[in-house]
């Protein structure tokens, strides 16, 4: 059974960092393509960033480029995000998402994943 576990999340300042980490058991993590989705309260949940497969492309929304960062190591099985300049809009529930995937193109729509985590609060005070 494909596990996802995300942490990293917690309560920081605007203008601040943090780095989620998403580590993935169960399955064959080099060949998933990974994505990060985010749900603020009363919203929809949307697509942050996503990686392909093998790391050679990868997706983030406008209201995050420039600021946040996603990367992978097959040999830890885990996904990373790190969000710089964080803003009190950046504050969700961030989910990590796992897709079986051959090819090396990023997925940023929700429907195209299998598996999920359980989601970390990420919380940004003005």
């Known amino acids: 059974q494909v596990q996802l576990v995300e942490s990293g999340g917690g309560l920081v300042q605007a203008g601040g960092s943090l780095r989620l980490s998403c580590i993935v058991s169960?399955?064959?993590?080099?060949?998933?393509?990974m994505g990060w989705f985010r749900q603020a309260p009363g919203k929809e949940r949307e697509c942050v960033t996503a990686i392909s497969t093998y790391g050679g492309m990868t997706y983030y929304a406008d209201s995050v480029k420039g600021r946040f960062t996603i990367s992978r190591d097959n040999t830890k099985n885990t996904v990373y995000l790190q969000m710089n300049s964080l803003k009190p809009e950046d504050t969700a529930v961030y989910y990590c998402?796992?897709?079986?995937?051959?090819?090396?193109?990023?997925?940023?729509?929700?429907?195209?994943?299998?598996?999920w985590g359980q989601g970390t609060q990420v919380t940004v005070s003005s």
């Open positions: 998402a796992a897709t079986p995937r051959y090819s090396d193109n990023y997925y940023p729509q929700e429907r195209d994943y299998r598996y």
């Open positions: 169960g399955g064959t993590f080099r060949g998933y393509a």
